[in-house]
């Protein structure tokens, strides 16, 4: 038993879902995480299985303290999401849920390049259809785009894998740092997972156009695999501490901007990626612990915000904030639970962001990083504007939308409060959690200066938003699309003739057609050779292939004679 | 311009072939039987025993011919002379030797053994054969089939 | 932030007005505390006191200023990309 | 009887055969050819276990000790080989009656049969047998089985297709025999291990044999090239394939280029020697560029397909691009992940095949455009085609996968960078013509018109997933196939001497 990597007995045991019904398939779901986490529990805590694959190596299960931090908040989140899906009709949802949360899992496990590049993949692969599974046209392109996206990643992970395993003759999935083609590959690799700058847009494109469970699914695993990819191989990498720093800025202008809640969260989601990239950045036990412990608190706590306001998007089908607002009416325990989740990811005292992100944040100031300090600071108090006061605010509150709805059904009610009593334990008692960190911890979060700094930062921004938005000047709810960086891969060639339009208005129709015609004819040529009825796609009369045969006759005499 | 008349009608091919067919098989016969000591063996006998029987079938039309070898029977003859060929070597495999290791057919005397066994595998061979030159010329003889699909 | 869904009350103009003022109250409180907090910094800015309530205070007002700016460069109608079907 | 099982590899499907023609009946024949094929498989199974453990063997026919009588030899390369064969033709088996589909041919069922078990026997005897002369009699004996088996398609048009199968296969004959014929010159022994003692001797340079060897060498080559459709020798294959009935074209793509391969295989490494081919003949200079081409012209070629039977054997060019790119690479890895790929592509595309000639029975059409809603209405049958798919991009996980790797690695190894990127590139053009399927198979909804359709049997659908199934076991433990492939390199590399 222990040699199956722990996550597979989900991955396999999805498998079997088809083929039940009713009552016995949400009690599998349920139980089929519950099973893997006994699994992985059960396990020696350093256990490591070698297995040999083409004369290569390869060790696909090794546990050790960082690995086993995954495993454990992956599984709690798996079992939290399967119960808050437990009511979803049909097998997809359910299966691609399943064997996508195992194969992270799997993948958190994975003592080698190869094995992490299989569950890597899978991980791409069994989460799309969590998009699919989402009616309409829209999902399906989104799908797609994020599925070329991710398996983009793999290929690059396989790659570097390859070169790096000629650089050292291993590969074993350990500390590699940038020093060489191949670990460049794979930080890239690892970059696109983990939504760097520039290479970050797959996230908000994607996750807001999955299924209600989907979404929650999808914001748990794929970037926090990325996230302990980062941790295993390239600690203390200093590039990485601009990188996150910028990760943790720049989406949260957006986020003020984004009129989907759902798309809020996933910039949120990637501005909390950043603390984590900057702590792995620093590299020091301090920070790397702060990682740990941020990846933990944060997966729950962003599962938790998704939850709810998938709950909203359940119950009103729609989650537009400005078709939204004064929810908290008919659904006051999801809202509870929403500002529970606020106040974690705000990081509020007694909160389980407060626990962790101070950490992060500690190990810069330790480190004298007077730039990157404040560079955080200002992302905190944007952090408290996009999740701590938007999302619950413009769903809950705000103007009242005059939506009637139910409160949200009981299983997902469960999730959520779940949830949100884990971030408030955490938050309450941390000790637990700092038990599982890889480094020892003596970090105190809750001294006075801390205590107070924080509130300060947090009450002081959400007085300015109070100002602001009492007094009218906070940017307005308005329905629209904001560009970001897919802009360059959904726009950028539209947008040129665009461009050409605007400013030379006669040339345009014409450099229009132009472009279209060359495409058509690119396209046509090619079919013209290749097509069913082109000459490589029809097969040529018997005597062209005869002569082809004395062709190559001679070319073989010729070649010899060389 | 003359209507095409059958070949059986012509009096000169009549008579001449009939005279001629028996005289082939025979010829077919003894190149079959005079494979084990000379130069022959079932491939010949079986073109010019098959040859005796086209010309039979060319002189007299198809019909008279299959009459006398229904075309099911010249499938059949297909069949057996391969099982012919093979059963023996399957034979030899039985009594203890190598396949087609004639010797083993009587391990009294291995000489007899590869008497009876060259004999039957020529057989086979010369009954493959001509069944199946027989068949093929049955096949060129035939009404095309209705166009399918 | 403080806001608590109390049935219905915050419907009522004054209850959100009261809420405002509980902030401000709170906010003042913390300052007070803050001088008299001991301090480890590491940091020059983090001995200064109050330094977090007006970093807290001006970051969002500037965050929020940015954000109007870059909303006048990258907004674009809903249906820009030409594939809104779910509406 | 243990020692008899070379010979009766070969006999059990050629007196099966014509026993069908004796039979006749309908359900004694059918029982007979679902039999054969799985006697043949138990055997290539021992065969494989015995050479694994006592290295090759030898038998002698009639008792007579080569290089005058004809040997049959088995090592592990061809035991391989001879196993693939015969478990691809009896999954293939249950899908010979849905072609019974007119009353002319429905009434020659029990010809069907023959010629297929005669087919069989051939590609295993190709494989058994030690003799030049033997292997090309085979060789004949199953190409004339699969022109037959070829016109049997439902159009008319298989007849045309069988045609120039026929002549461009009978110009291949030709070329392997004339090489033959000029070895023979040389050495005066067709027997191969007598062959690869005596070769050395005319092929050192300078010697007045040694063009006649080469030109030996070059129409062995070009003539296996044509049976295996190298590019641009390639032109019979989608023909045939395409109207060739499905169950047909399931067993042809999985088992007859891949002989071919194998005769290939050990022409240039057991007879002539590595060292020969590409230091003398340069085979590499040639075959390396044709490789490549060929992955990149059958694949862009699959893409712009209407039919999915087309597709399908477009693809097949493009994997024969793999294979061959095995053997120029000239090295034991190059050739392990040809052989590999021998094995996986057998089972993936005898497996796609196979899911083809499931729509084609709902269906009674093989246009990809008439795929549409298919995903939903008959699920699993797409499902397999999904994951035959993904095993033929070479998604790890898959078989695809390991093969692929093993050839990237021999070209990195060699330092062949572009070569490398252009395996990996020339995948890209494979998820491309998958997802034009899947696209149609799941997204697109079928007419409101068109006839209803469900699911097929579990008959039909248990042998298609045996292969599908396969190829992600296989694409999990590799070391059943890696190993055995590998293996099987190191001796073909070894050569006979």
């Not at chain 4, 199974?45 to 008792?63: N, T």
């Not at chain 4, 085979?138 to 045309?160: C, K, P, Q, T």
Request: contains cysteine; proline residues 5%; charged residues 15%.
């Amino acid at each position: 038993m222990s040699g199956l990597p722990p996550g597979m007995i989900l991955v396999l045991g999805a498998l079997a879902l088809p083929l039940v019904r009713g009552r016995l398939r949400q009690l599998l779901v349920v139980a089929l995480p519950v099973a893997s986490y006994a699994h992985m529990l059960a396990l020696p805590a350093d256990l490591s299985v070698g297995a040999e694959l083409f004369g290569y190596a390869l060790e696909p299960v090794r546990v050790d303290r960082l690995s086993l931090v995954w495993g454990h908040v992956f599984h709690i989140v798996a079992i939290l999401t399967a119960i808050y899906a437990l009511r979803v009709k049909g097998a997809t949802e359910h299966v691609a849920g399943l064997t996508y949360a195992g194969s992270a899992i799997a993948a958190a496990f994975a003592g080698d390049l190869i094995t992490l590049f299989v569950f890597w993949e899978l991980t791409a692969v069994t989460s799309v259809f969590l998009i699919w599974a989402r009616p309409g046209a829209r999902s399906r392109r989104a799908g797609l785009r994020y599925l070329v996206i991710q398996v983009a990643s793999g290929v690059l992970l396989l790659a570097g894998s390859v070169l790096t395993y000629l650089e050292r003759g291993s590969l074993a999935f350990d500390h590699l740092g940038l020093s060489g083609p191949g670990s460049v590959l794979i930080f890239l690799a690892f970059g696109i997972k983990a939504a760097f700058p520039l290479l970050h847009n797959w996230l908000q494109d994607a996750y807001p156009e999955a299924t209600v469970a989907g979404t929650v699914f999808l914001s748990a695993f794929t970037t926090k695999l990325a996230i302990y990819a980062l941790a295993r191989a390239f600690p203390g990498t200093a590039i990485l501490i601009p990188i996150g720093a910028l990760m943790t800025l720049f989406p949260i202008v957006y986020a003020v901007i984004e009129n989907d809640l759902r798309r809020v969260l996933a910039y949120s989601l990637n501005n909390q990626l950043g603390f984590m990239v900057v702590g792995i950045g620093i590299g020091t036990e301090l920070s790397l612990n702060g990682t740990a412990a941020h990846a933990f608190a944060h997966i729950i706590y962003k599962a938790l915000l998704f939850m709810a306001m998938g709950a909203v998007l359940h119950r009103t089908g729609t989650i537009k904030a400005s078709a939204l607002g004064g929810l908290y009416k008919s659904m006051p325990l999801t809202a509870a639970c929403c500002i529970v989740g606020s106040l974690s990811i705000s990081g509020f005292p007694l909160f389980s962001g407060f626990v962790s992100k101070s950490m992060i944040l500690s190990a810069g100031a330790e480190a004298h990083m007077l730039v990157l300090s404040l560079a955080l600071l200002v992302a905190s108090a944007g952090v408290v504007d996009h999740s701590g006061i938007k999302i619950p605010f413009f769903a809950f509150f705000a103007h009242d939308s005059g939506r009637r709805v139910e409160e949200a059904p009981w299983n997902m009610l469960l999730a959520m409060g779940a949830a949100a009593a884990i971030c408030i334990g955490l938050g309450v008692y941390p000790q637990p959690l700092y038990d599982l960190l890889p480094y020892p911890v003596s970090y105190v979060p809750y001294t006075t200066a801390h205590v107070v700094t924080s509130l300060e930062l947090l009450l002081f921004a959400a007085l300015a938003f109070a100002f602001l938005y009492r007094s009218g000047r906070y940017p307005a709810e308005i329905e629209s699309v904001n560009l970001d960086f897919d802009w360059t891969y959904r726009r950028l060639a539209p947008r040129a003739v665009a461009a050409a339009r605007r400013r030379l208005a006669a040339l345009h129709a014409a450099a229009a057609r132009r472009l279209d015609a060359a495409r058509r004819r690119l396209l046509r040529s090619l079919e013209r050779t290749y097509g069913p009825s082109g000459l490589l796609g029809e097969p040529w009369p018997t005597g062209t292939t005869a002569l082809w045969a004395a062709v190559l006759l001679a070319a073989y005499l010729i070649l010899s004679y060389l | 311009m003359k209507q095409p008349r059958l070949l059986r009608e012509e009096v000169i091919l009549r008579v001449v072939s009939k005279a001629l067919v028996p005289l082939i098989l025979l010829f077919a016969l003894y190149v079959q039987f005079h494979g084990d000591f000379g130069p022959g063996g079932g491939f010949q006998a079986g073109v010019i025993f098959a040859a005796g029987m086209i010309l039979y079938g060319l002189i007299f039309g198809l019909a008279n011919l299959q009459r006398v070898w229904p075309p099911r029977r010249v499938e059949l003859g297909i069949g057996l002379g391969v099982m012919l060929y093979a059963g023996v070597g399957v034979a030899t495999m039985v009594r203890g030797g190598r396949f087609l290791a004639y010797g083993a057919l009587d391990p009294h005397h291995p000489v007899h053994g590869q008497h009876l066994g060259i004999l039957l595998v020529e057989l086979g061979v010369g009954i493959t054969v001509a069944s199946t030159l027989i068949a093929i010329f049955y096949a060129l003889g035939r009404v095309p089939p209705e166009p399918r699909g | 932030m403080d806001e608590r869904p109390k049935s219905h009350r915050l419907d009522a103009p004054r209850n959100v007005a009261r809420l405002v003022y509980a902030l401000a109250v709170a906010c003042a409180l913390l300052l007070v505390v803050d001088v008299f907090s001991p301090k480890h910094p590491h940091l020059p800015y983090e001995g200064w006191e109050g330094f977090f309530a007006f970093a807290g205070f001006f970051a969002y007002l500037g965050i929020v200023a940015s954000a109007k700016l870059w909303r006048k460069l990258v907004m674009r109608p809903p249906d820009y990309y030409g594939d809104d079907d779910d509406g | 009887m243990s020692e008899h099982l070379p010979i009766l590899q070969v006999v059990v499907p050629l007196l099966a055969g014509p026993l069908c023609l004796l039979l006749r009946h309908r359900l004694l024949v059918r029982g007979l050819a679902t039999a054969v094929p799985l006697a043949c498989l138990t055997i290539a199974g021992l065969l494989l276990h015995r050479v694994q453990q006592v290295g090759a063997i030898s038998y002698h026919i009639g008792g007579w000790a080569p290089p005058l009588g004809i040997e049959y030899r088995i090592d592990l390369a061809n035991a391989y080989v001879m196993v693939i064969v015969s478990a691809i033709a009896a999954v293939v088996m249950p899908f010979l009656p849905g072609h019974m589909g007119s009353a002319m041919v429905r009434r020659r069922e029990h010809l069907f049969y023959a010629i297929f078990l005669l087919a069989l026997a051939g590609l295993l005897g190709i494989s058994a047998t030690g003799d030049m002369f033997n292997a090309f009699v085979f060789l004949e004996i199953a190409s004339l089985a699969s022109y037959s088996l070829v016109a049997l398609g439902r159009h008319r048009r298989a007849l045309v297709a069988a045609y120039s199968y026929l002549i461009i296969g009978t110009i291949g004959g030709t070329f392997f025999l004339l090489g033959i014929g000029l070895m023979y010159q040389m050495t005066g022994t067709l027997n191969m291990v007598d062959l690869a003692h005596r070769l050395p001797e005319p092929m050192s340079p300078g010697t007045p044999g040694s063009r006649t060897v080469l030109v030996a060498f070059a129409f062995l080559a070009v003539g296996l090239s044509i049976k295996l459709a190298v590019f641009p020798l390639h032109q019979w294959l989608p023909r045939a394939y395409a109207h060739a009935p499905s169950a047909v074209s399931a067993f042809l793509a999985a088992t007859s280029t891949k002989v071919s391969y194998y005769l290939l295989v050990r022409v240039v490494f057991s007879l002539f020697g590595a060292a020969y081919v590409f230091d003398a003949l340069k085979l590499d200079r040639l075959l390396l560029p044709l490789s490549i081409v060929a992955m990149f012209a059958g694949s862009t070629a699959a893409i712009f397909q209407t039919d999915l039977k087309r597709l399908l054997a477009y693809s097949s060019v493009a994997q024969i691009g793999y294979m061959t790119l095995g053997v120029s690479l000239a090295s034991v890895t190059g050739l392990t992940g040809g052989l590999v790929h021998l094995f996986n592509h057998a089972l993936m595309k005898g497996g796609l095949f196979l899911a083809a000639a499931c729509y084609g029975m709902r269906l009674r059409s093989s246009r990809i455009a008439d795929l549409a809603g298919a995903g939903r209405l008959m699920p699993w049958t797409t499902a397999a085609f999904v994951t035959g798919g993904l095993a033929l991009i070479g998604v790890p996980g898959t078989a695809g996968f390991v093969s692929k790797w093993y050839l990237v690695l021999a070209a990195l190894e060699q330092g062949r960078w572009l070569v490398a990127v252009l395996v990996v590139a020339s995948s890209l053009l494979a998820v491309a013509y998958v997802w034009r399927v899947v696209e149609v198979a799941y997204f697109a909804d079928r007419d409101a018109g068109a006839h209803p359709i469900k699911e097929v049997p579990p008959l039909l659908l248990v042998p298609t997933w045996i292969l599908i199934g396969a190829t992600v076991y296989f694409g999990l433990r590799t070391e059943l196939t890696a190993g055995v492939a590998e293996a099987a390199a190191g001796v073909l590399w070894e050569s006979l001497r």
